[in-house]
């Protein structure tokens, strides 16, 4: 039996060498080969022959007006000639030496000649006869490719391919759908979307190919998604009196938003299922305290909270915070990171293997091997797309079927999170506390930062704190720490010692930074001259402005997490970035800044100028690739693929229906983690 896994070594011509190249490009079986798609097509749109010079490159359509002659000279030379109308004129075409092009041509009939133009002669040299039938057009196709496999060799292959499997394809969209959208059958999507007559076929092709790609990618999505609603999750039934009574503790009131993601988080840690969502929101939304109130759930209920930071700065201040909005609650707080001492780190483990303590804030150090928890019932990810998918696995398994929540506030675009988060559950905080400012942020161009200088000298006599970024070099940290030391020295010369100049950069301890960040907490600093380590989550209400030198080196992202540092308080915060950006991109960068202080604006702007897969980075974000749809083009079509999904998925024992079902069997045959595996 023929099936589309066969290996590609089964067509004639393709041995073991050929299956290798071929695997280059990611393909291995026959269904690979047909769904190795054009990435465009060629129209062979026609030149102007009015404007041609000699030996240019020609594409001509036309019609063939003279009787083709196939004369012989030489020693076994041939050329054929015929006349062709084109538009009002009429030239001459010769083919050197390919005498078989004569039983393709037919007086009157249509053909496309692609040949080098011969000015003196007023004719056309052929290479290459293109047979145009009536109500067709002549359209090539171009494959992605790569050294070891050539154009020719991917086009033939595929030819050959659909020849000998056309009967076996099986449409796997269910026909409602197909009817629905005006899809094609897999067949004609395979041999239309290849071997186009008419640029309306390969459009036609394309949107089955592109919806059938987000309609399976939604299948495993969604499945995983309803696995996890079925599986049994940690159930949280805590008091909500006494939940209550704790959240008049907290000395501010919630904002409409948080309250909003606090009842769907409680409503998630009541259920029996295990939750797994995404909170969304800007820099100085006020994630902190919906997580902390997600922790005091959990506590309450006698199970253990694990918060895990990416940076010892980030965990150290969660610590601090989170024991002070803990006050006199049963809630006990250890941190457990990379600069313990061996003895000190087995002593902490061992009281989390205990259960003696509740709330365990940490880095990566949370989800080493000896760390055990005693039973674990909410792990939170800060800044969770700082670590990678194998890290949030990790810190998963510490417990039986944890709840998760992961926080991020680099917001993804709407445009994105449906494909990029579509298997979570998403709350997001689209609303700042009361009283906040909106930053004024302004460019400035290098010659003018003694114009920012007078700025912060003024802001500095008023009282404000500051910080200053010193330019980003990526490709060294060596470099990076000396351009901020020699900034450093730069600024205490100006303003010491009226005014404390402080230094924070990666090279310095643990403890060194720590002492900083308190200096500059306690407002004992007031010019702060750092690296990019400040750009995650460090919180100081009364620092007002920030600097950014060289800001175009940094991304949209970086620059938005930055400014993100000020207007935390409730005086008008500043941010000055100091730029002669070099390209028309990091120009755009400046402008947006300046435009605009919204998150979700500065992310799909950065959507924009740099595409999806860099704005998310592959790796982290599991954002797949995709042969053919485009999820932020075709959102719509992403977004229907996903009901119709659901649809499906929801369906009682749809799989169990029909057991030969193209779908169901096609699901299995690609090892998809399905609800009903
Ligand atoms: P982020 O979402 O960036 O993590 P944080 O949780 O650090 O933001 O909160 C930023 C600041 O806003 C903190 O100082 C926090 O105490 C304060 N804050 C949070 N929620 C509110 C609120 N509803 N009203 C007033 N201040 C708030
Ligand atoms: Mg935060």
């Known amino acids: 039996m023929k099936s589309l896994q066969d290996p590609v070594t089964t067509l004639k011509g393709v041995g073991q060498k050929r299956a290798e190249q071929l695997a280059t490009l990611g393909i291995e079986t026959i269904e690979d080969l047909l769904m190795h798609y054009p990435s465009r097509y060629d129209d062979f749109a026609p030149t102007n022959l009015e404007t041609t010079v000699d030996k240019q490159k020609v594409t001509i359509h036309g019609t063939v007006v003279s009787e083709p002659v196939l004369s012989r000279f030489g020693y076994r030379k041939n050329r054929l000639s015929f006349r062709l109308q084109t538009g009002q004129q009429v030239v001459m075409v010769v083919f050197f030496n390919q005498p078989y092009f004569k039983e393709r041509l037919t007086l009157n009939g249509d053909v496309t000649v692609l040949g080098t ?33 050539r154009q020719t060799t ?18 796997l969209l269910p026909l409602k759908i197909r009817q629905r959208y005006q899809l094609l059958d897999r067949a004609t999507m395979f041999q239309w979307v290849h071997f186009p007559k008419t640029s309306d076929q390969a459009r036609q092709a394309r949107r089955t190919a592109a919806y059938e790609e987000f309609y399976l990618f939604q299948l495993r999505l969604q499945s995983m998604r309803l696995a996890r609603r079925k599986a049994d999750g940690t159930q949280l039934l805590y008091n909500n009196d006494e939940l209550r009574a704790f959240i008049r503790t907290i000395p501010f009131e919630l904002t409409k938003a948080q309250k909003r993601v606090v009842n769907e988080i409680c409503r998630d840690l009541r259920s029996p299922f295990q939750m797994n969502r995404l909170l ?45 909005v803990f006050e006199n609650t049963p809630v006990n707080v250890a941190l457990l990171t990379g600069s313990l001492t061996a003895k000190q780190h087995q002593a902490l483990a061992d009281q989390i293997a205990a259960g003696q303590c509740n709330l365990i804030i940490g880095t990566h150090a949370l989800i080493q091997d000896q760390v055990e928890f005693a039973n674990l019932g909410l792990a939170i990810i800060d800044e969770q797309h700082r670590f990678g998918v194998d890290q949030r696995k990790l810190l998963r398994e510490k417990g039986d079927h944890p709840n998760i929540l992961a926080m991020t506030a680099t917001p993804i675009p709407r445009t994105l999170s449906i494909t990029a988060y579509g298997e979570m559950d998403v709350s997001v905080i689209d609303e700042l506390p009361a009283g906040r400012k909106t930053i004024k942020t302004t460019w400035l161009k290098s010659d003018q930062s003694e114009a920012a200088l007078d700025f912060l000298r003024k802001q500095l006599a008023q009282g404000a704190q500051v910080y200053v970024v010193s330019p980003l070099i990526e490709e060294s940290e060596k470099l990076d720490v000396q351009n901020a030391t020699a900034l450093y020295e730069q600024f205490a010369d100006r303003f010491a010692p009226k005014y404390q100049v402080g230094l924070l950069h990666g090279r310095m301890t643990n403890d060194e930074k720590e002492a900083v960040m308190a200096d500059f907490q306690a407002g004992k600093i007031q010019v702060l001259v750092a ?28 620059l938005h997490q930055l400014r993100g540092r000020v207007g935390r308080g409730v005086r008008q915060s500043y941010c000055l970035l100091v730029a002669d950006p070099k390209t028309p991109e990091g120009k755009k960068r400046m402008e947006t800044m300046v435009e605009t202080t ?80």
Do not use: C
């Open 280 to 324: 969304q929101g800007d820099v100085g939304s006020g994630k902190t305290i919906v997580a902390a109130i997600a922790i005091y759930t959990t506590i309450l209920t006698g199970y253990q909270a694990a918060l895990m930071a990416p940076t010892e700065i980030l965990a150290a201040q969660h610590a601090e915070k989170l024991a002070k």
């Open 598 to 677: 919204d998150g979700f604006i500065v992310a799909q702007r950065d959507l924009e100028l740099r595409g999806s897969g860099d704005v998310l980075g592959k790796k982290q974000s599991g954002m797949p690739d995709f042969k053919i749809g485009d999820p932020v083009g075709d959102l719509k079509m992403m977004q229907y693929a996903r009901q119709d999904a659901l649809d499906l998925l929801e369906q009682p024992g749809w799989d169990q229906r029909d057991e030969n079902q193209p779908l169901v069997l096609y699901l299995r045959s690609q090892n998809l983690k399905t609800h009903f595996d």
């Open 531 to 558: 690296t990019t380590v400040i750009e995650v989550g460090v919180d100081n209400p009364n620092a007002t402005v920030m600097v950014i030198y060289d800001a175009d080196r940094f991304g949209l992202a970086q």
């Open 154 to 171: 991917i086009r033939q292959l595929i030819e050959l391919a659909y020849t000998q499997y056309r009967n076996v394809i099986a449409t």
């Open 117 to 149: 133009w011969n000015q003196g002669r007023q004719q056309v040299i052929g290479s290459k006869l293109l047979v145009v039938n009536p109500g067709e057009e002549t359209i090539g196709t171009i494959y992605p490719a790569n050294k070891h496999v």
